[in-house]
Each structure stands twice: as structure tokens, then as C-alpha cells.
T-cell receptor
Framework: AQSVTQPDIHITVSEGASLELRCNYS??????LFWYVQSPGQGLQLLLK??????LVQGIKGFEAEFKRSQSSFNLRKPSVHWSDAAEYFC???????????FGAGTILRVKS | DVKVTQSSRYLVKRTGEKVFLECVQD?????MFWYRQDPGLGLRLIYF???????EKGDIPEGYSVSREKKERFSLILESASTNQTSMYLC?????????????FGPGTRLTVT
């Protein structure tokens, strides 16, 4: 069955440091993958998506993600974190039918100054 | 600017009450979704609708029902609220016809059942 695993529940990084959030998926067909961010008290906002082509995807707010089929991974990265990046991040895989999404459990990012 | 709105940000209800959560989108999207968000579990799909009056169960439909009488509006109904339905509820919408279409989310309704 399809699933998404985000191994890190919480991550704390210093402002200005680099960031990598991990995401692994299990899906039998070609995956369509998404990263969403949820700021406190807000809905989810799309950061980036991958569905074909270049395996390195650029998103908003300086984020990027790399799709690695051999590792079933879609890790999110940012070279220099800002305090405003503190939020919860969700990786998701889209099913072929109905545009349904299956989400990981989320990773809460804390940024220390 | 795309917009998904939910009728309430915070809601407190008593056990056994019938609860309506309303969601409206202004993007003429065919698909609409209701998710439940709990700490450590991410978002789980309750129901989705791909057209007016059409609905399908998601992963956790028990204790919930939905209604879609107009394209822009999708309602989630708790027939008899229970304390284990205390949660954050998120509505989303998307275009149909292609898997690359993203879902747009509302701000969420935090429901507390006492």
C-alpha cells in the first residue's frame, strides 16, 4: 500500500544553517510528490512538486527537493534557514485516482537564533 | 487570488451534537476534500468529492458524512459528535483531470468536543 514516511518528528536548526528534511515513500507506480508547509494557525501552502523531468525541483521561499527513485526519497533542502521558516512541513504522494493525497506525519522545524 | 474558506476557525461542541463544517472555494474546482489533522499522524482523508452530489469515502470516514449540493461548497457533517473527533479539520480543493494539479487548502477549523 502507498505510504509516506517522514522519519524526523522535530528538527532544530540555527538561523543561517542549512536544512534537509527527509521523506521516503512507498508506491508502485510513478510517484507524484509534493511538499507543503503549514505555519502556526494556518492552512497548508504548496512549496514544490515533482511529477516528471528534472529530479531537482525548485520551489518557493528558496526551497528545493531532489527526487531519487533508487532510494524512494524526496528530501527537501534549503541552504540557509530563516527564522520565518519555523513551521510544520508535510511530504505527500498523489494517487493516480481522484487527485487524492497521502501525507506523511509531518516534521516540525524549529529555528534558533 | 485563489481562496478556500472555512466557516469557523474554532468550534466547541458537546458530545452528541450534530456539527456542520462548511467549506467554500472560489476557483471553480471540481474536486474537494476533507482532511483531519492530528499530531504525529499528519493529514488523513475523510471524504472527497469529484463533482456535485458525488462523493467517495477516504481513509477514515466513520462517524462523518458529507454534502455537496453546489460546486463551490462542500460540507462535513458529524452526525453525533464524540470526544475522539476533537481535531483540526482542513478542507481543500483542486482541478480534476491531471495528477499534477495541486490542492489548495483552507485555514482549518479546530473542533473541540466536550
Amino acid at each position: 500500500a502507498q505510504s509516506v514516511t517522514q522519519p524526523d518528528i522535530h528538527i532544530t536548526v540555527s538561523e543561517g544553517a542549512s536544512l534537509e528534511l527527509r521523506c521516503n515513500y512507498s508506491y508502485g507506480a510513478t510517484p507524484y510528490l509534493f511538499w507543503y508547509v503549514q505555519s502556526p494557525g494556518q492552512g497548508l501552502q504548496l512549496l514544490l512538486k515533482y511529477f516528471s523531468g528534472d529530479t531537482l525541483v525548485q520551489g518557493i521561499k528558496g526551497f528545493e527537493a531532489e527526487f531519487k527513485r533508487s532510494q524512494s526519497s524526496f528530501n527537501l533542502r534549503k541552504p540557509s534557514v530563516h527564522w520565518s521558516d519555523a513551521a510544520e512541513y508535510f511530504c505527500a504522494i498523489q494517487m493516480e485516482y481522484g487527485n487524492k493525497l497521502v501525507f506523511g506525519a509531518g516534521t516540525i522545524l524549529r529555528v534558533k537564533s | 487570488d485563489v481562496k478556500v474558506t472555512q466557516s469557523s476557525r474554532y468550534l466547541v461542541k458537546r458530545t452528541g451534537e450534530k456539527v456542520f463544517l462548511e467549506c467554500v472555494q472560489d476557483m471553480d474546482h471540481e474536486n474537494m476534500f476533507w482532511y483531519r489533522q492530528d499530531p504525529g499522524l499528519g493529514l488523513r482523508l475523510i471524504y472527497f468529492s469529484y463533482d456535485v452530489k458525488m462523493k467517495e469515502k477516504g481513509d477514515i470516514p466513520e462517524g462523518y458524512s458529507v454534502s455537496r449540493e453546489k460546486k463551490e461548497r462542500f460540507s462535513l457533517i458529524l452526525e453525533s459528535a464524540s470526544t475522539n473527533q476533537t481535531s483540526m479539520y482542513l478542507c481543500a480543493s483542486s482541478l480534476a483531470g491531471g495528477r499534477a494539479y495541486e490542492q489548495y487548502f483552507g485555514p482549518g477549523t479546530r473542533l473541540t468536543v466536550t
